[in-house]
């Protein structure tokens, strides 16, 4: 006897790399618990490749379906917004309450973000421009810490990058997709 709800008929190829996005977000959740802060940026950007892939394999296919709008977003929650946000906290030399401060807010307008594509898809310009900067742009802010390292500068100027960028989530700014 057949289930109407059967994950099996909800599922498709493309959204096994959206699972893989969501499950390298973990790892990297895992590599910045354990200060593998190497590892945790190799893992967000591998979420990101999954992510740029799921999309446009389903549109390629034609086989976008709603199902897959929302486990992308779940992922991306996962591997963008929340990975990054353990990314930050891990590292102790900035001050706690920037810490908690930033988490919060990155957090929340992460979710914002979300919760507006996938109400709206905040896609305008025929699909040229994105409204809002996409969570995955967090892969820039992770990857800059590595920058900021080499460079010796303050951290505390690279956490503002969370502070602009959860700002640019929620705003209407057109961003170019690339």
Known sequence: ?????????????PDYLSLANGALGLLAIISSIN????WAMLFILLAGLMDFF??????KR???????KQ????????????????FLYSIESITIYVRISAAIIYLLTG????ARFNITGTIINNGKYFEG????FSIVIVTGYFLFQ?????????????FIHAALMISTVKIRKL
Do not use: H, Q
């Open 62 to 68: 034609g086989i976008t379906s709603e199902f897959g």
């Open 35 to 38: 200060k593998e802060m190497e």
């Open 54 to 59: 799921d999309g446009r394999i389903a549109r």
């Open 150 to 162: 080499f460079l010796s500068l303050p951290f505390i100027v690279w956490t503002l990058f969370y």
């Open 133 to 136: 900067m996409p969570v995955p």
């Open 1 to 13: 006897m057949s289930n109407d709800n059967s994950i099996t008929r909800f599922i498709n190829i």
């Open 111 to 114: 979710i914002l973000r979300l």
């Open 71 to 86: 486990l992308d977003s779940l992922c991306d929650l996962c591997s963008f917004v929340i990975a990054p946000i353990v």
